[in-house]
C-alpha cells in the first residue's frame, strides 16, 4: 500500500469520526434544549394533536430528545421510533458511504415514505399522551 493511500484513508476515517462527533454534539444539545423547554413549561402542543386529536409523525420528538439527554434510550425510541432511527443513521451516515444517488437507485423515498408511514401507525396507536 503506498503513502499517500494510506494518508488518504486515515484522513476519511478522521473526518468521518469528526462528523459522528458533531452530530452527537448536536443532538445532545438539542435534547438538553427540548428537556428546557418541557421542564419550564415552553414546550408546545402539536397542532395536529391538538386540532385533530391525532399525533403527526413527528410527535413525540422534543420529549424523545429530552430522554436522549438523560440517556434513556429505552423511553426515547418509545416515544419516537423513527426520529432515533434516523439520528442513528445521521452517525453512521459518514461511515456508510450514503449518497443521494444510491438513495434514489434504491428507491429510497418509496421506503421512507413506508417507513413514515408505519412509524404514524405506531405513534397513532402507542405514543403517550
Keep these: 500500500m503506498s503513502e499517500s493511500y494510506t494518508r488518504g484513508l486515515r484522513f476519511k476515517c478522521l473526518r468521518a469520526g469528526v462528523l459522528s462527533g458533531a452530530a452527537i454534539l448536536a443532538a445532545l444539545m438539542a435534547g438538553f434544549i427540548a428537556r428546557f423547554f418541557l421542564e419550564s413549561g415552553l414546550a408546545w402542543r402539536c397542532p395536529s394533536m391538538t386540532l385533530l386529536g391525532i399525533p403527526c409523525p413527528g410527535c413525540g420528538t422534543t420529549r424523545a430528545f429530552a430522554a436522549l439527554a438523560q440517556f434513556d434510550?429505552?423511553?426515547a425510541l418509545r416515544l419516537n421510533p423513527l426520529m432515533m432511527l434516523a439520528l442513528l443513521l445521521v452517525l453512521?451516515?459518514?461511515f456508510l458511504k450514503l449518497?443521494?444517488?444510491s438513495f434514489e437507485q434504491r428507491r429510497g423515498w418509496l421506503i421512507l415514505g413506508i417507513?413514515?408511514?408505519f412509524n404514524w401507525?405506531?405513534?397513532?396507536?402507542?405514543?403517550p399522551r
Aim: net charge negative.
Design 73 to 75: 434510550l429505552t423511553t
Design 92 to 94: 453512521l451516515a459518514p
Design 99 to 101: 449518497s443521494w444517488e
Design 115 to 117: 417507513v413514515v408511514g
Design 121 to 127: 401507525l405506531y405513534l397513532l396507536f402507542f405514543l
